[in-house]
């Protein structure tokens, strides 16, 4: 008998997941996953239908989720895996894209800002109120007339006025805006011209938020256009590690990750719900999944999600070690985003006219990663960013 035939192989909590990765997380990680798709299950799934089409968040999830306490502590001998954030991030968007974008919005970009270019001060302080969901916040870069250029373009205006700043200017497309007690708020220093960041209440004085209609894609997440008037905060609550737009870099390659992953969990989401509906939907006297373009599709799809899968794993265990590159980062959003568009589109496909309705859960994942696709940013900057690191040559300013 060959040896490996003696040799247990431990099942995957992903039946999408055909290598196996999941198995690389601890037993307990992988018990607290099984405890989140629980809550996804009981208090997710019966909603999320109803409040896509109606563009509205059901904010009665939040608290079921933060009682799961799944973002580990900030301190070093208590930090969890990067494997672990990332297959959290996975299962919600498995789910849900508008779901998994709610929560990166708080466990990646705000508390990213926060842990990255706050004081230690400021960390110690926050830090456990942003992982029980008690100090909601949002991250505020991108401006209505600056997006991929927001590194040179940035026109929101901060002006030191003696313990204060004083904050003009307008931000777009902020996501669970609405919904946040903080606005991470990164604006130009008029004395110096470099960016810096401000810790800003969404309900103090000059600040108007207006949410964002008409979408056709995360219905559910609620992104604001956000007006800045005149708008005082103290030199206390300026985020103080962020002086240059080099700092706000160095957490735009942290977060790239955060939106592969869910570029990923987009793909199992919708490659299992494929496959639910092709094994039960009968056509011409036999299952859809019995058709040999049913099944070279799904195998297409199956194999961009392994091939995600393999990326942002191994990235996150990079990340994990400490070793944070813009070019990986920027390679997995841009890839796995990329394979999600394909796939999301092959589901869609197989499907049929019935893939154009909710319950069948293909039209969503296919109509929410078009904003996946695009957020956190594009695929033309990304593989720029790649490129620069390539070729040592620069193609955008």
């Known amino acids: 008998m060959p040896a490996s035939e003696n040799v247990s192989v431990a099942a995957s909590i992903y039946p999408s997941d055909l290598y196996g990765y999941a198995t690389l997380l601890a037993a307990e990680e992988q018990a607290a996953l099984l405890r989140l798709r629980s809550v996804l299950e009981t208090s997710v799934r019966p909603v999320i239908d109803d409040h896509w089409e109606r563009g509205e968040f059901p904010f009665e999830i939040v608290q079921p989720l933060a009682e ?68 909601t916040g949002v991250f ?58 401000f810790l800003v209440a969404s309900d103090a004085p000059g600040v108007t938020l207006n949410k964002i209609r008409r979408k056709t894609s995360l219905r559910m997440v609620q992104n604001a256009d956000i007006r800045l008037q005149n708008v005082r905060v103290s030199e206390a609550d300026r985020l103080q590690r962020v002086n240059s737009f080099r700092d706000v870099a160095d957490m735009l390659r942290r977060m790239r990750s955060d939106v592969a992953w869910l570029a990923t969990g987009v793909q199992a989401g919708a490659y299992e719900a494929a496959v639910r509906y092709v094994t039960q939907r009968q056509q011409f006297g036999k299952p859809l999944a019995a058709f040999q373009l ?75 990663a078009e904003a996946v696709y695009t957020y956190e940013g594009t695929h033309d900057i990304n593989a720029l960013i790649v490129g620069r690191a390539i070729t040592g040559v620069g193609a955008f300013r």
């Open 294 to 368: 049913i099944q070279e599709r799904l195998a297409l799809m199956l194999g961009n999600l392994t091939s995600s899968l393999g990326m942002v794993v191994r990235l996150s265990q990079q990340q994990h070690e400490g070793h944070y590159v813009d070019e990986n980062s920027a390679l997995a959003k841009m890839y796995c985003s990329l394979r999600m568009r394909e796939t999301v589109a092959l589901a869609r496909e197989v499907v049929g006219g019935n893939g154009i309705v909710l319950e069948n859960d293909v039209a969503r994942f296919h109509a929410d």
């Open 140 to 197: 505020c870069l991108t401006e209505p007339e600056h997006g991929s250029d927001i590194a040179g373009g940035l026109a929101t205006s901060a002006r030191r006025d003696g313990d204060d700043w004083v904050l003009n200017g307008e931000k777009r497309w902020i996501g669970a805006a609405s919904s946040a007690k903080y606005l991470a708020i990164f604006a130009r220093d008029e004395a110096d011209h470099e960016v810096k960041a």
């Open 68 to 135: 799961l306490d799944l973002m580990p502590p900030n301190s070093p001998a208590q930090q969890g895996s990067a494997l672990f954030s990332g297959f959290t991030i996975f299962e919600m968007a498995r789910m849900d894209a508008s779901v998994a974008t709610f929560y990166t919005a708080q466990a990646g970009l705000f508390r990213t800002a926060v842990n990255v270019g706050g004081s230690q001060e400021q960390v110690d302080r926050l830090d456990p109120l942003i992982r029980s969901f008690e100090a």
